[in-house]
């Protein structure tokens, strides 16, 4: 049976659903990406992402769209395809790149496109001064897309930047419910009309579907991941992406299809139990993700560090914290590029705690709990 699910506005473009397929992990075969897609489509989504760096991922989509239509009777004009390009290249290269992913998705016109990594300073310059000005231009001017947007993983700093630029519709943010510094940021693009997709609530916001027994006690009646996932919905969070591979991954998804409404009383008290327990593990250790440490002086990412240290020991999110810290360094501008080793004892940000904590005693700690040896990232760009 089909979910009629809620539809809402997404910058310029088309509404989207509550949920967005995220076609990274679905690129195994054209089966599995068939399959996916299908099961997105009777679970009441009908927003699609993908990007040239995702494998065979557009290929594959554009055959599954097409063989849907076929012999599902699934129109294809009823699907919101985003695809992204990457912020570097002249203006013949990023045109070049744009007409092979209309070609492998096999489109005449693709929704929305995303400057995908607008990480650093020079990403944004790029967008608003050089090769990728006159690209968007293009797009625009030969009516290629009916929207632009931008993904970033980058410093809140820079993501403001980018909104207040008004050259974007929409934008894909790392909006968790472990991690809400962002949230400010989604707000103020919401204000200004822009479509805002939350990027892996479930994954990079924390492996939440696979909560430590901790996590589950706190949560008690209320799944962790169904918390996070009403959590950024009821902020207007336009969409969350979802990166399934299977039938069983699209359960959520299919029951929150219409959940717009506001936290209900239960929601609300689970929360506070989460983060109650949270707090008093933590104790007078607990980071309150207020900044104003930053910035480092040897641009040690305090924040994120003491976040990870804050699943690890508040919520017993230990395997997550240790992935994502020992990603530091390894992953270019998608990921912060020191660790708490890197910490020089300077302790110009002691002074600057309204917790008075004992930032680089801290700093060491967490390294010592998270450092292992690193897993490979699922897709590098």
Known sequence: MIINSTKRPFGIGSKVSIFTLGTMR???????????????????????????????????????????????KIPKKEWVITTKILPSGNINKLKAQFQKSKEKLNLEKINNIAIHGVNLNSHLLWVLEGEGKKF????????????????????YELIDKAIDSDIFN????????????????????LKKKMGVLAISPADKGGQLYSPSQT???????????????????????????LGAQK??????????????????????????????????????????????????PNEVPITEILRLR??????????????????????????????????????????????????????????NMLIENPKRRLWSS
């Open 136 to 155: 968007i231009q293009w797009l625009k001017t030969k009516n290629q897309v009916e929207q632009v947007g931008f993904s970033s993983h980058g410093n």
């Open 310 to 367: 804050n699943l690890a020991v508040g919520s017993g999110q230990i395997n997550f914290a240790k992935e994502r810290y020992n990603l530091i360094g390894r992953a270019g501008h998608w990921w912060e590029s020191k660790n708490g080793d890197d910490c020089k004892n300077c302790n110009f940000c002691i002074s600057k705690c309204p917790n008075n904590l004992n930032i680089p005693n801290l700093l060491k700690e967490t390294h």
């Open 247 to 296: 039938e069983k991954d699209f359960a959520l998804a299919a029951k929150l299809a219409n959940s717009i409404e506001a936290l209900t009383k239960k929601e609300h008290n689970v929360i506070k139990n989460i983060e109650d327990n949270a707090s008093y593990r933590l104790g007078d250790t607990k980071c309150g993700q207020c900044r104003n440490c930053l910035p480092c």
């Open 26 to 72: 679905a690129t195994g075969s054209f089966n599995e990406m068939y399959d996916v897609i299908k099961c997105a489509y009777f679970a009441g989504i009908n927003h699609i992402e993908t990007a040239p760096s995702y494998g065979n991922a557009e290929i594959f989509i554009g055959r599954a769209l097409d063989q849907l239509e076929r012999e599902e």
């Open 215 to 241: 996590l589950k006690e706190d949560s008690k009646s209320i799944h962790p991941l169904e918390i996070a996932y009403r959590y950024l919905i009821s902020e207007g969070i336009t969409t969350l992406s």
């Open 170 to 189: 929409f934008c894909s943010l790392h909006l968790h419910f472990f991690d809400r510094s962002k949230i400010p940021l989604a707000k103020k693009a």
